[in-house]
């Protein structure tokens, strides 16, 4: 229920919403104007996210980066319209079809002035569950197995980024 109506949620089923290994954790970051690079990751994870746009226009996060960031997948949350976006246009083999390099994207309100995000990455996709799962955005994405890099930005503004957890799972493929 949400806000007294029933609503339709999504969510990961078990073993992998509760499996794997923690990698990687901070808590209550002050996010700068710019980019924060963050450790590789392995190529499937869980990132569970919850930040505070505060001042930001936006906030991303950027992953299955290349080390030059030719190559990434980025999901940005634009403050001002509610607007939670996956780009894969950048995300790797992207030349198959006239259609595959695409922004998909979804309104998604904050709540208590926080979006939390739920991101499963594998070998060949990435799956962003937003506000506990009331949101939901996947897309193919055929990157190089050695794009790991993770970035979050923000733009326009400070963010806080209250979590940041990563959970690695054995990789698929």
């Given at each position: 229920m949400t806000g007294g109506r029933p609503t339709l949620t999504s969510h990961v089923v078990d073993p992998i919403s509760t499996g794997g290994s923690i990698v990687y954790r901070k808590n209550d970051v002050r996010l700068r104007v710019g980019s924060t690079t963050l450790p590789p990751q392995r190529r499937a994870y869980r990132a569970s996210v919850v930040v505070e746009p505060d001042g930001a226009d936006s906030v991303s996060l950027v992953l299955r980066a290349s080390n030059d960031q030719s190559e990434h997948t980025e999901i940005r949350y634009?403050?001002?319209?509610?607007?939670?976006?996956?780009?894969?246009?950048?995300?790797?083999?992207?030349?198959?079809?006239?259609?595959?390099?695409?922004?998909?994207?979804?309104?998604?309100?904050?709540?208590?002035?926080?979006?939390?995000?739920?991101?499963?990455?594998?070998?060949?996709?990435?799956?962003?569950?937003?506000?506990?799962?009331?949101?939901?955005?996947?897309?193919?994405?055929?990157?190089?197995?050695?794009?790991?890099?993770?970035?979050?930005?923000?733009?326009?503004?400070?963010?806080?980024?209250?979590?940041?957890t990563v959970t690695a799972y054995p990789a698929t493929r």
């Open positions: 634009d403050t001002a319209a509610h607007r939670l976006s996956v780009d894969r246009t950048r995300s790797g083999d992207v030349l198959f079809g006239p259609l595959f390099p695409s922004v998909s994207s979804a309104t998604v309100p904050l709540q208590n002035g926080r979006l939390t995000l739920d991101v499963y990455v594998d070998s060949s996709s990435v799956e962003v569950f937003a506000q506990d799962g009331q949101y939901c955005v996947t897309n193919l994405v055929y990157p190089k197995p050695s794009s790991t890099g993770m970035t979050v930005v923000s733009r326009g503004g400070r963010a806080m980024l209250r979590e940041l």
